[in-house]
């Protein structure tokens, strides 16, 4: 029996009005289940530090962790979208990646998997919210450590027991000594390179770090008098007594010399400071300050001419009268971090630079300055910013402010905004470059000391090199993107190693909008070279080796381009014997992205004995499906057998690295050396008529076999002048040992002197690089060739 359901009009009208807003709430759970944004998954900025981003992470972790939700068969699943929006925003060229191509950019495998909630709760990210620990990273850490501050760095791994132990003795240290020393820490679990790199092998694994001078590690009980002692040792500035027969000539020279001094006058009454609190002020105020002390007792008509009738503490800036001086500044508080605070805010600050000063100052030295909007109470930094000429003085880099509120004009020629530092380098007011980093002193001290000697300038559209015949290699980039920043320090360095052949620039896609989108940039970094008439897009790890490797390459390609005209002609219609290597990617493809550079250099490994080529299946998709390509990166093999143009090999290997690709193509080579028995040893090595090369080897030594190519390589080197031959010392042991073998691979020398070679073991060559074996080789036969010549013919 049938149903029939009438609606009437108003109803009919209402589902009408529902039908779209059903549909678009279908369309919106569709996108999120598809995946939503990182930043969004996360609660945080695209602006977000690396430190945020973790403390973002720990909080969802803590209340979304399947063990804090047994009873949400979707807790698995939530929790694996936050830690994989975790792995890769932490991860400075995952996130690049992310920004430029979204999810469909990474590996499938990242985040993946993650830790009890234990671990999150008591191991994660031990000192992130402890303001006077200073976390640091691959990223910044030697900036830090070299900035010319002492740092005491706390190494540790988060599963280490030791570690949490010490946590709460270390943030008491910390806040002991705030403002005397720098206090760091390593998370050894997420920096493990960095950590290997300092040779740390324990945990946790205390060092103080001074710019210059090796660093000195703390072996003592971990207590936080102990820690305390330890650091205050590094603190070397001098306290000086002062008395009746030093004390006008001290603070004569200070004041020449731009410092002030401050002065504890120590008696019977009132309130003198410890010897530890001095040392401290000293260490806290060294290149601003000079600390000294006076006794009162003795030098009681000293003290009475500096008004002083007991024990009192005050600050002389630099050019104050010693007596009754509105400038000075007495001191009611025993405290170093009250003291500290009240001399900074007292002391003078930066020279101001104006319109009418700007350009000439600028002109022929070289300035650090900050460019302030207002008052500049407001700028946290500004009393920190005071220490900055001490620091950059040996440098010869001067320090000043420019107040954009006054000298508008100024700051707009400029292109400057908001509050910033920039270092200008002695070549006008044109040549600079904006730091983007983090606004802290070691920070900007690190930058100011690069960016001199770097080559690297920010620019604009009236400097901007569109039709330049110079090349340049141009940086587009946001100052919130975390990436973008990496990548700064990574282009002076390349700077530097190009001096003269390449230019490099910086824009900021947040100010110069239109000229970034002529150019069609979408993600940020995006890094351009601009050569005359053409313009290639850098692909490739953000590190100064792979900007020059990338560079090295465009000058002299190693990879040939192809298209479907060039792959039917080049490849398929290849010679016979010849090879081609070729990677079928995607530019939006993350491990098409982390293959290339592996790729070139792969490239430049087999130049000369394997042609290597690349096909963008984004721009020739059609082409890239008759060849049944169905992934990316999609790495095949064309042999030399010209009569089956379409066979290939695949790579199906684990390892996307240069070598292990070398080493994979090397093994399609036709074999160049020979497999040697003991009968054919003796017969063509020891008493044959030729110079040979050996390779001793054993087929289960894994050495050895990643050693085969290379010798491969070796003897196509040497072809026609030196026989290469293998002998494979589990069969043939006997002939290994009398050949005094004790160790796989070994290479050895055996030259035909003009005489039978009794002798068995041949000269040892220790080295595996084919190129160096075949120079040492060579050079060996240009040392023998005296001897050579003299021998009778007959012995020839």
């Not at 950059?392 to 509120?405: A, E, K, T, Y």
Request: aromatic share 12%; proline share 5%; with cysteine.
């Amino acid at each position: 029996m049938g149903y029939r359901v009438i609606l009437g009009g108003r109803r009919r009208h209402l589902v009408q009005l529902l039908l779209p807003l059903l549909l678009l709430l279908f369309l919106v759970a569709a996108v999120l289940a598809e995946g939503r944004d990182y930043y969004d998954l996360l609660g945080v900025s695209r602006e977000a530090t690396t430190r945020e981003i973790r403390q973002a992470f720990k909080k969802l972790a803590l209340t979304m962790h399947p063990d804090k939700n047994p009873g949400d068969p979707s807790a698995h699943e939530k929790f694996l979208q936050v830690n994989r929006a975790y792995e890769v925003l932490k991860d400075e060229d995952l996130r690049k990646k992310y920004d430029k191509y979204g999810e469909k950019g990474l590996d499938e495998q990242q985040g993946g998997r993650y830790e009890s909630w234990n671990f999150y709760r008591y191991d994660f990210g031990i000192y992130d919210d402890d303001l006077e620990i200073i976390t640091l990273d691959s990223g910044d850490f030697e900036a830090a450590v070299n900035s010319g501050e002492i740092w005491f760095v706390n190494f540790y791994f988060p599963r280490c027991s030791h570690c949490h132990e010490l946590a709460p003795t270390w943030r008491e240290f910390a806040k002991e000594m705030d403002g005397v020393i720098r206090i760091g820490a390593v998370n050894c679990g997420d920096n493990n390179h960095l950590c290997r790199r300092k040779g740390i092998n324990s945990y946790p694994s205390l060092f103080i770090y001074r710019a210059g001078q090796r660093p000195e590690k703390f072996n003592g009980e971990r207590t936080k008098d102990n820690l305390v002692r330890f650091s205050m040792q590094f603190i070397t500035t001098t306290i000086t007594q002062l008395w009746q027969g030093n004390v006008f000539n001290e603070i004569e020279q200070a004041f020449s010399s731009g410092l002030g001094w401050l002065i504890t006058f120590c008696s019977n009454t009132g309130d003198c400071l410890e010897p530890r609190t001095r040392q401290k002020l000293a260490g806290m105020l060294d290149g601003l300050v000079k600390v000294g002390w006076m006794d009162c007792i003795t030098e009681e008509k000293l003290c009475e001419s500096f008004q002083v009738t007991g024990g009192a503490t005050a600050l002389f800036p630099p050019g104050s009268a010693l007596d009754k001086d509105s400038s000075v500044l007495w001191l009611n508080t025993l405290d170093s971090k009250e003291i500290y605070n009240q001399a900074m805010n007292h002391l003078p600050g930066l020279e101001l630079l104006t319109s009418d000063s700007f350009q000439r100052k600028l002109a022929h030295h070289r300035w650090l300055v900050s460019f302030t909007f207002g008052d500049r109470s407001s700028n946290a930094a500004s009393n920190e910013y005071k220490k900055l000429q001490a620091f950059l003085r040996d440098d010869h880099i001067q320090v000043g402010r420019v107040d954009c509120i006054s000298d508008a004009e100024l700051c707009q020629s400029l292109y400057i905004h908001k509050p910033c530092v920039a270092v200008f380098k002695g070549l006008g007011i044109h040549d600079f470059e904006i730091h983007h980093g983090k606004d802290v002193l070691y920070n900007i001290v690190g930058f100011a000391r690069d960016s001199v000697r770097a080559h690297v300038t920010t620019l604009r559209p009236d400097n901007f090199p569109s039709d330049r015949k110079e090349p340049w290699l141009v940086d587009f980039f946001a100052p919130w993107c975390p990436p973008c920043r990496a990548l700064l320090p990574e282009l002076r360095k390349a700077s530097i190693q190009l001096a003269g052949r390449m230019k490099f620039g910086t824009l900021d896609c947040t100010i110069h909008h239109n000229l970034c989108s002529t150019y069609n940039i979408q993600a940020y970094p995006t890094t351009v070279i601009f050569n005359g008439s053409s313009v290639h897009e850098y692909e490739g790890q953000h590190s100064a080796d792979g900007i020059l490797e990338f560079i090295q390459d465009l000058v002299s390609p190693s990879v040939v381009v192809l298209n479907p005209s060039s792959f039917a002609e080049r490849v398929k219609g290849r010679a016979e014997g010849q090879i081609w290597a070729v990677d079928f990617y995607a530019p939006w493809c993350g491990p098409c992205q982390a293959l290339m550079p592996e790729w070139r250099r792969m490239a430049r490994l087999l130049s000369g004995q394997i042609l290597v080529g690349s096909v963008d299946c984004q721009r020739f998709q059609s082409f890239c499906q008759s060849q049944s390509v169905r992934a990316y990166p999609e790495i095949r093999l064309y042999p030399g057998n010209a009569r089956q143009p379409d066979r290939f090999m695949s790579y199906n290997g684990w390892h996307r690295d240069s070598h292990s690709l070398r080493a994979w193509a090397l093994s399609y080579l036709p074999r160049a050396s020979v497999d040697l028995t003991p009968e054919t040893f003796r017969s063509l090595v020891l008493s044959g008529r030729d110079h040979w090369v050996l390779d001793f080897y054993a087929p289960w030594c894994g050495p050895c076999q990643h050693f085969a190519p290379e010798f491969e390589v070796l003897a196509r080197i040497l072809k026609g002048e030196v026989r290469a031959g293998k002998v494979d010392c589990q069969a043939h042991y006997q002939t290994c040992q009398s050949a005094g073998i004790t160790a796989y691979p070994s290479v050895r020398f055996y030259p035909y002197l003009g005489t039978r070679r009794f002798e068995h073991s041949g000269e040892h060559i220790n080295s595996r690089d084919a190129n160096v074996i075949a120079d040492t080789v060579r050079q060996r036969l240009q040392q023998l060739l005296p001897r050579l010549q003299n021998k009778p013919k007959d012995e020839l």
